[in-house]
């Protein structure tokens, strides 16, 4: 069994996986790969951007753009200010995505040139499909999230729980999970054993490259109120 900590009888999460959110771009269709967040804004993706869904991942990036160093602690001053930016963005944006594969969808049909807030399994997915795309590094870092597993203090098999993450995280499990989306694996071990291009391509096997990323923060229930709040009013107005 892997060392995965002590149980003590109180909930607990194992790591899983990682990776980030980004600028996913047809190369064939833009001039530059972009270099920031606020190129989202770019006049010249009138029509031809997709954003993701979802409140606070736009928060972030028109945050970003804005400058605002930390996402997740503004005020509401800065706040009135991100809707603002979001609204601006509406002439570019053509669709939304719900989930990598949708993405990489609209980015395959050319009918997207530009994906908002993307992640490494859409790019990874349009890069094996051999099509002409790169995933940005903006100025002002990368966001990022870890995914994984919680064992609940009222779970009644404690070695079970153990047994499936231990499944789940198995060296070969997580180099197959690297291979099929491109995320970061738990199991450095993994890595070995996975696809080469891919792990260079997205420097999985460099553990620095998440210091210059923005973390995914916990939202108390008023900051994602806020944040539903404000990005259905802007839809609302598109």
């Not at 530009?114 to 590094?137: H, S």
């Not at 070969?172 to 993994?190: L, V, Y």
Request: proline fraction near 6%.
């Amino acid at each position: 069994m892997a060392d995965l900590g002590r149980f003590d009888g109180k909930q607990y999460f194992v790591p899983w996986d990682w990776g980030f959110d980004s600028i996913l771009v047809r190369t064939d269709k833009v001039a530059q790969v972009p270099t920031s967040w606020a190129d989202l804004w770019n006049p010249a993706y009138k029509g031809k951007l997709s954003m993701s869904d979802m409140p606070d991942y736009n928060h972030a990036a028109a945050a970003l753009a804005l400058g605002f160093k930390d996402p997740w602690n503004t005020t509401p001053e800065q706040n009135a200010q991100i809707k603002a930016k979001m609204a601006a963005l509406q002439p570019n944006i053509l669709a939304f995505w719900g989930d990598g594969t949708e993405l990489a969808q609209q980015i395959s049909s050319g009918d997207v040139w530009v994906g908002g807030n993307a992640w490494p399994d859409a790019y990874t997915l349009l890069v094996q499909e051999g099509l002409p795309v790169a995933y940005a590094k903006p100025k002002e870092g990368r966001l990022s999230w870890v995914c994984g597993y919680g064992i609940s203090a009222k779970a009644k098999d404690v070695d079970l729980a153990h047994a499936y993450i231990d499944a789940m995280i198995a060296p070969k499990a997580m180099a197959a999970f690297i291979d099929e989306f491109g995320f970061g694996a738990a199991n450095f071990d993994a890595l070995p054993l996975a696809d080469a291009e891919t792990v260079a391509r997205l420097e999985l096997d460099d553990p620095k490259v998440i210091d210059d990323s923005i973390f995914y923060a916990p939202l108390t229930e008023a900051q994602r109120d806020a944040m539903v709040a404000a990005w259905d009013d802007v839809k609302a107005d598109q």
